[in-house]
């Protein structure tokens, strides 16, 4: 049997994938439920740029610090694992890991899982061509599982793993198109008084934004502007 | 440098605060030269807005000289003279590309708190809340504009600051508010609310073709404006005046072929409606108070357009959905795309087909500004539109 209708002029084909994607034979597919201590969450976005410039973006792992917040290093251990340094501002808190590429596939798609540290973790990233090809999609599905030690993510983070994953691919976005990571820290503003202080944390303000270029890195290492 | 700073709800100060500072690549550091209070800056001082915070600097529609610009910035270099467009574009992305630059991806640092209220978030703002971008505004003496490779109108004929500093904002909304209401030759409009915007929406709504134009507001002054620049003029709060009844007596009982809601959501309509309005933004059971979007569905012609440039911010209650599809109506509205209509609202300035500068009414200072906000508020002293030269002492 044909199928019922044979005018889709301009019908994407659509890609027949698992995995982190959100389509499977043409159906939505949702992501994993939280269960059994696992924590999941998928997001994506659509980025003007070649999937393969995204993919070698990602794929330079040692240069996570500058678009996953809270990240001060990345560095090789060997030909395919990184250990991965996570520390809050004030330097009270910190969270290691050791992980290792478990897929790469150069413009498609790259697999990762932790094998030591914490938290444990488990993800993909795919990068597809995004509906009517009007840029690349990029969608990461990751999957958490807190310990003792990384039930402190939020207090070295300030969000919560599942937003961290969101921001993070938020910066990764800007710093693809344009270059940089919008930031608005430090700026002037008036006195902020004591609840103006306080409330500043429920709008992740406090969460320094990760450098995305070098005048970020030096700017986010300068104190609270001076006068002109 | 001094800058006015947003203390709480009806709580304006001038205070000194650090100068601004380059943070990223694309940014410039813009020595301002003049900056204006918008109608919408209103919102903010009734506390109409979420995520404003004390210390807040105010401000959104401002303009001068290039002080710094940062290793990216090409397009631009200290002296030259610009206006700044309030919303802020990255130029890349899916949005900028289809020069819907209100809904630039890639400006807002808090995009998070707009996709938790609206789903997808918008561009980022001068100096209008945390939600917006909590970008620093340009009610100061100096301004960091991110972006600066995209934004910037540079301006370089002689022509003063105050014909040009429109540019920020009113003068494209108001034209966007035209363009949205799919104005055919001939046609009638109506405006609500013949403030700022609402004036350069009559203006724009002739520029594209309106046959006539009726503008509705209560404050004598915006009237006289309106008439000046060859609207119809209907005074809502008159005794025994119907805005329904004096739009149908105007078109042959037709209705306007458009309507322009330039009030937004903080309606004063002085009737049972409004004060029911009020009671439930007080109770917070709605946030926004809609009497004039109600009157603009129900005054629109069959299969006429409702353009809306006017702010709204969250929820509306007792929309009269059932006649907006009766009628078959079409609704446009948003934040204003504003870098489309920058270079070609400029040439119409340079041609002498508009002077924006007749609406202004104040001339001030920063240290004058936040009573000013006062004055603005309650429409006294024949306020039509506040203009602050950021450099200016105080007048003995």
């Given at each position: 049997?044909?199928?019922?209708?044979?005018?889709?002029?301009?019908?994407?084909?659509?890609?027949?994938?698992?995995?982190?994607?959100?389509?499977?034979?043409?159906?939505?597919?949702?992501?994993?439920?939280?269960?059994?201590?696992?924590?999941?969450?998928r997001a994506s976005v659509v980025?003007?740029?070649?999937?393969?410039?995204?993919?070698?973006?990602?794929?330079?792992?040692?240069?996570?610090?500058?678009?996953?917040?809270?990240?001060?290093?990345?560095?090789?251990?060997?030909?395919?694992?990184?250990?991965?340094?996570?520390?809050?501002?004030?330097?009270?808190?910190?969270?290691?890991?050791?992980?290792?590429?478990?897929?790469?596939?150069?413009?498609?798609?790259?697999?990762?899982?932790?094998?030591?540290?914490?938290?444990?973790?488990?993800?993909?990233?795919?990068?597809?061509?995004?509906?009517?090809?009007?840029?690349?999609?990029?969608?990461?599905?990751?999957?958490?599982?807190?310990?003792?030690?990384?039930?402190?993510?939020?207090?070295?983070?300030?969000?919560?793993?599942?937003?961290?994953?969101?921001?993070?691919?938020?910066?990764?976005?800007?710093?693809?198109?344009?270059?940089?990571?919008?930031?608005?820290?430090?700026?002037?503003?008036?006195?902020?008084?004591?609840?103006?202080?306080?409330?500043?944390?429920?709008?992740?303000?406090?969460?320094?934004?990760?450098?995305?270029?070098?005048?970020?890195?030096?700017?986010?290492?300068?104190?609270?502007?001076?006068?002109? | 440098?001094?800058?006015?700073?947003?203390?709480?709800?009806?709580?304006?100060?001038?205070?000194?605060?650090?100068?601004?500072?380059?943070?990223?690549?694309?940014?410039?550091?813009?020595?301002?030269?003049?900056?204006?209070?918008?109608?919408?800056?209103?919102?903010?001082?009734?506390?109409?807005?979420?995520?404003?915070?004390?210390?807040?600097?105010?401000?959104?529609?401002?303009?001068?000289?290039?002080?710094?610009?940062?290793?990216?910035?090409s397009n631009l270099e200290r002296?030259?003279?610009?206006?700044?467009?309030?919303?802020?574009?990255?130029?890349?992305?899916?949005?900028?590309?289809?020069?819907?630059?209100?809904?630039?991806?890639?400006?807002?640092?808090?995009?998070?708190?707009?996709?938790?209220?609206?789903?997808?978030?918008?561009?980022?703002?001068?100096?209008?809340?945390?939600?917006?971008?909590?970008?620093?505004?340009?009610?100061?003496?100096?301004?960091?504009?991110?972006?600066?490779?995209?934004?910037?109108?540079?301006?370089?004929?002689?022509?003063?600051?105050?014909?040009?500093?429109?540019?920020?904002?009113?003068?494209?909304?108001?034209?966007?508010?035209?363009?949205?209401?799919?104005?055919?030759?001939?046609?009638?409009?109506?405006?609500?609310?013949?403030?700022?915007?609402?004036?350069?929406?009559?203006?724009?709504?002739?520029?594209?073709?309106?046959?006539?134009?009726?503008?509705?507001?209560?404050?004598?002054?915006?009237?006289?404006?309106?008439?000046?620049?060859?609207?119809?003029?209907?005074?809502?709060?008159?005794?025994?005046?119907?805005?329904?009844?004096?739009?149908?007596?105007?078109?042959?009982?037709?209705?306007?072929?458009?309507?322009?809601?330039?009030?937004?959501?903080?309606?004063?309509?002085?009737?049972?409606?409004?004060?029911?309005?009020?009671?439930?933004?007080?109770?917070?059971?709605?946030?926004?108070?809609?009497?004039?979007?109600?009157?603009?569905?129900?005054?629109?012609?069959?299969?006429?357009?409702?353009?809306?440039?006017?702010?709204?911010?969250?929820?509306?209650?007792?929309?009269?959905?059932?006649?907006?599809?009766g009628k078959g109506i079409t609704?446009?509205?948003?934040?204003?795309?504003?870098?489309?209509?920058?270079?070609?609202?400029?040439?119409?300035?340079?041609?002498?087909?508009?002077?924006?500068?007749?609406?202004?009414?104040?001339?001030?200072?920063?240290?004058?500004?936040?009573?000013?906000?006062?004055?603005?508020?309650?429409?006294?002293?024949?306020?039509?539109?506040?203009?602050?030269?950021?450099?200016?002492?105080?007048?003995?």
């Amino acid at each position: 049997m044909g199928i019922a209708l044979a005018e889709r002029p301009r019908a994407d084909v659509l890609p027949d994938q698992s995995g982190a994607s959100s389509l499977l034979n043409g159906h939505y597919a949702p992501p994993p439920a939280d269960e059994g201590g696992k924590t999941w969450v998928r997001a994506s976005v659509v980025i003007q740029a070649h999937a393969q410039k995204l993919y070698e973006m990602w794929r330079d792992v040692e240069a996570a610090p500058s678009w996953h917040e809270r990240i001060v290093k990345v560095w090789s251990t060997g030909p395919k694992t990184y250990h991965w340094l996570m520390r809050d501002e004030p330097g009270h808190n910190t969270l290691e890991w050791e992980f290792e590429i478990l897929a790469d596939e150069p413009g498609k798609r790259i697999a990762w899982r932790s094998l030591s540290g914490e938290p444990e973790s488990a993800g993909e990233v795919l990068f597809e061509t995004a509906p009517g090809r009007r840029g690349t999609m990029v969608t990461v599905l990751q999957q958490f599982r807190m310990g003792k030690l990384s039930r402190a993510w939020e207090a070295v983070t300030g969000r919560d793993p599942k937003q961290s994953v969101i921001e993070n691919l938020r910066h990764f976005k800007a710093m693809a198109e344009t270059g940089e990571i919008p930031r608005t820290q430090p700026q002037p503003h008036g006195e902020r008084g004591v609840v103006g202080s306080l409330k500043r944390s429920t709008y992740g303000e406090k969460i320094k934004t990760p450098s995305g270029t070098s005048l970020g890195q030096e700017t986010a290492t300068r104190s609270e502007g001076s006068s002109r | 440098m001094k800058a006015v700073c947003w203390m709480g709800k009806s709580k304006i100060e001038t205070q000194t605060v650090n100068d601004p500072q380059l943070l990223n690549p694309h940014d410039a550091i813009i020595k301002v030269t003049r900056t204006a209070i918008c109608g919408s800056d209103l919102h903010l001082f009734d506390g109409f807005i979420p995520t404003m915070e004390q210390g807040d600097i105010m401000g959104h529609e401002f303009m001068g000289i290039v002080e710094e610009v940062g290793p990216d910035v090409s397009n631009l270099e200290r002296g030259d003279r610009v206006v700044v467009p309030f919303t802020i574009a990255c130029g890349q992305c899916l949005f900028c590309k289809k020069k819907l630059w209100a809904a630039c991806d890639n400006t807002n640092p808090n995009a998070h708190l707009m996709e938790t209220a609206y789903g997808y978030s918008g561009s980022g703002l001068f100096g209008y809340s945390h939600m917006m971008g909590g970008y620093a505004g340009g009610q100061a003496q100096y301004v960091r504009v991110p972006f600066a490779n995209v934004g910037p109108l540079k301006i370089e004929s002689d022509l003063p600051d105050e014909k040009v500093l429109f540019l920020s904002d009113i003068f494209p909304t108001g034209y966007m508010a035209a363009e949205n209401a799919q104005i055919q030759d001939g046609d009638t409009v109506a405006v609500w609310g013949a403030g700022p915007v609402g004036q350069f929406a009559i203006a724009s709504a002739f520029m594209l073709g309106a046959a006539r134009v009726v503008a509705i507001d209560r404050i004598p002054e915006r009237l006289a404006l309106a008439r000046s620049i060859g609207a119809i003029t209907v005074d809502y709060s008159e005794e025994d005046v119907s805005v329904l009844t004096a739009l149908k007596d105007l078109t042959g009982g037709v209705g306007p072929d458009a309507c322009i809601d330039a009030v937004g959501l903080e309606a004063h309509m002085g009737d049972l409606v409004g004060f029911y309005d009020t009671v439930k933004v007080a109770l917070m059971l709605e946030t926004d108070r809609s009497g004039v979007l109600r009157q603009a569905i129900q005054a629109v012609r069959k299969g006429g357009t409702l353009s809306i440039p006017g702010v709204y911010g969250g929820l509306l209650d007792k929309v009269p959905f059932g006649a907006a599809f009766g009628k078959g109506i079409t609704m446009k509205m948003g934040q204003t795309n504003m870098h489309t209509y920058l270079r070609p609202l400029l040439e119409r300035i340079e041609k002498g087909q508009i002077d924006p500068s007749y609406i202004i009414s104040h001339r001030i200072t920063l240290d004058e500004a936040p009573e000013m906000y006062k004055v603005w508020r309650d429409k006294q002293d024949k306020v039509t539109k506040i203009v602050i030269d950021p450099w200016a002492e105080r007048a003995a």
